[in-house]
T-cell receptor, first 116, second 113 residues
Framework: DAKTTQPPSMDCAEGRAANLPCNHS???????VYWYRQIHSQGPQYIIH???NNETNEMASLIITEDRKSSTLILPHATLRDTAVYYC?????????????????FGTGTQLKVEL | EAQVTQNPRYLITVTGKKLTVTCSQN?????MSWYRQDPGLGLRQIYY???????DKGDVPEGYKVSRKEKRNFPLILESPSPNQTSLYFC????????????FGDGTRLSIL
């Protein structure tokens, strides 16, 4: 799986949009970009994923650049409950390449702190 | 939404005393796995299961066993726990083994004295 690079920490004011960047310059054509978050020692929570088109769901939006070398997770109106570590993960999309294991490799992520 | 139930949530025990951490699901998902999380090391996969009676090792399987006799349950067994297995454990599952988001349980914090 391609390696990802994220800033270690970011701050955001409550009610404002939080834009979390992720660099995945070695991503290959069959790899998806996934975002998860973990709120202090709770189980990681899936947020969104995409291949090359921008995606939006009830939690967030995912913007992937045209060359797919980077992406941005957008929380449109951050709240205090969005304070968490956010992980950007790149995953292959074929069962053969994964060897059958849907393993997620979490890096160090970005600690997002939402403040009043 | 997928529900993942882990038990116990917390356990303090002693070296060598066999223990089992249970994981159950209510969504008939095929893929289940176990992770441990340690400071500075992130989440590491212990074992995974593609379906009933199909299990395989992850990155750190030593000292652990699993079984998948039925689709809904995937227990993690520590036959002879040691202090280096003190950790935060998560069970995760997905509908299929690929291209699917994984849903995690709330975690089990084990302390082996």
């Amino acid at each position: 799986d391609a390696k990802t690079t994220q800033p270690p920490s970011m701050d955001c004011a409550e009610g404002r949009a939080a834009n979390l960047p992720c660099n995945h310059s070695t991503i290959s054509g069959n790899e998806y970009v996934y975002w998860y978050r973990q709120i202090h020692s709770q189980g990681p929570q899936y947020i969104i994923h995409g291949l090359k088109n921008n995606e939006t769901n009830e939690m967030a939006s995912l913007i992937i650049t045209e060359d797919r070398k980077s992406s941005t997770l957008i929380l449109p109106h951050a709240t205090l409950r969005d304070t968490a570590v956010y992980y950007c993960i790149v995953r292959v999309s074929t069962l053969i390449l994964t060897g059958g294991g849907n393993k997620l490799t979490f890096g160090t992520g970005t600690q997002l702190k939402v403040e009043l | 939404e997928a529900q993942v139930t882990q038990n116990p949530r917390y356990l303090i025990t002693v070296t060598g005393k066999k223990l089992t951490v249970t994981c159950s699901q209510n969504m008939n998902h095929e893929y289940m796995s176990w992770y441990r999380q340690d400071p500075g090391l992130g989440l590491r996969q212990i074992y995974y299961s593609m379906n009933v009676e199909v299990t395989d090792k992850g990155d750190v399987p030593e000292g652990y066993k699993v079984s998948r006799k039925e689709k809904r349950n995937f227990p993690l067994i520590l036959e002879s726990p040691s202090p280096n297995q003190t950790s935060l454990y998560f069970c995760a599952l997905s509908r299929e083994p690929i291209n699917q988001p994984q849903h995690f349980g709330d975690g089990t914090r084990l302390s082996i004295l």
